[in-house]
């Protein structure tokens, strides 16, 4: 069975470009996590959906950015426009939120991306 | 608002058992203990988690204490390829909250 599925691993852009991300979560999950890992910040959550539904986005930096999930099956994190100190890994998680999940949550790879 | 603290980093002789430690004073009732960690440019992965008794799985052990103050993780026998980032987290099991992860224990196993 598939995993969390991100692309793209690697983005190099300039500032001032466009950036989305995007993530396919595991089949069945129903809660979906964006993360953003930095040396000096650390692991930090930007926005996590349940049900398709965003759920809390405190953790989004600003209003460059933006997540979407149009259906259970994919997510997207846009950066517009993208500046330098946004250069992070961008990881998304998934999990099984309810009676029958334990809360254990699932990551992708991560999407590295380079803001020059 | 970091609910556990824990060590910023270990060293482990491989063979050894590797005990990380964590504090989580104000864990709630209906809390769990889960431990995840991050080996170096991969996704964190799930270990364990337990509310208030010990649990073992085929990766580590979990030790809860009774008052459920603190925790520690144990690996029985660390291989090098535990060498990762540690993190010991707090939420309700299956809850719909976020998981916040903080700095974590950065496990060294040396030859």
């Known amino acids: 069975d598939a995993g969390v599925i991100q692309s793209p691993r690697h983005e190099v852009t300039e500032m001032g470009q466009e950036v989305t991300l995007r993530c396919k979560p595991i089949?069945?999950?129903?809660?979906l996590f964006w993360y953003r890992q930095t040396m000096m910040r650390g692991l930090e959550l930007l926005i996590y959906?349940?049900?398709?539904?965003?759920?809390?986005d405190s953790g989004m930096p600003e209003d460059r950015f933006s997540a979407k999930m149009p259906n259970a099956s994919f997510s997207t994190l846009k950066i517009q426009p993208s500046e330098p100190r946004d250069s992070a890994v961008y990881f998304c998680?998934?999990?099984?939120?309810?009676?029958?999940?334990?809360?254990?949550?699932?990551f992708g790879e991560g999407s590295r991306l380079t803001v020059l | 608002d970091a609910k556990t603290t824990q060590p910023t980093s270990m060293d482990c002789a491989e063979g050894r058992a590797a005990n990380l430690p964590c504090n989580h004073s104000?864990?709630?009732?209906?809390?769990?203990v889960y431990w995840y960690r991050q080996i170096h440019s991969q996704g964190p992965q799930y270990i364990i988690h337990?509310?208030?008794n010990n649990e073992t799985n085929e990766m580590a052990s979990l030790i809860i204490t009774e008052d459920r103050k603190s925790s520690t993780l144990i690996l029985p026998h660390a291989t090098l390829r535990d060498t990762a980032v540690y993190y010991c987290i707090v939420r309700v099991e299956g809850g719909a909250n976020n998981l916040f992860f903080g700095t974590g224990t950065r496990l060294t196993v040396i030859p």
């Open positions: 089949s069945g999950h129903n809660s």
């Open positions: 337990g509310l208030k």
């Open positions: 959906f349940n049900n398709n539904v965003p759920i809390d």
């Open positions: 104000t864990i709630s009732g209906n809390e769990y």
């Open positions: 998680a998934s999990s099984l939120w309810g009676a029958r999940g334990t809360g254990e949550l699932f």
